[in-house]
C-alpha cells in the first residue's frame, strides 16, 4: 500500500446486531482493499444490539474503513 485509502461501507443490521447487509458507498480505488473491508464487516459480525431508537433508521450505519501504508521506523 503506497498511500492511504479509505473504503466507505452502508452496514445493515438486525435488532439483535446480526450484520444483514454490507454495501460499498465509496471505492477505495483499489478492489481489494473494497472487497477485504467489506468482508471485515460481515466476519465481524455479530455486532452488539443497537440501540432500539436506531429502528427508525432501519438499524444502518455508515461507517469509514481507512487504511494506511506502514512505515518503516520500528
Request: aromatic share 6%.
Amino acid at each position: 500500500l503506497q498511500q492511504e485509502r479509505r473504503v466507505r461501507l452502508r452496514l445493515r443490521l438486525l435488532s439483535n446486531g446480526a450484520l444483514v447487509r454490507a454495501d460499498i458507498l465509496q471505492s477505495s480505488g483499489d478492489r481489494a482493499l473494497d472487497l477485504a473491508a467489506q468482508r471485515s464487516a460481515y466476519a465481524a459480525s455479530p455486532f452488539p444490539p443497537p440501540p432500539a431508537e436506531d429502528a427508525s433508521l432501519g438499524y444502518t450505519y455508515t461507517v469509514d474503513i481507512q487504511y494506511q501504508p506502514r512505515s518503516n521506523r520500528r
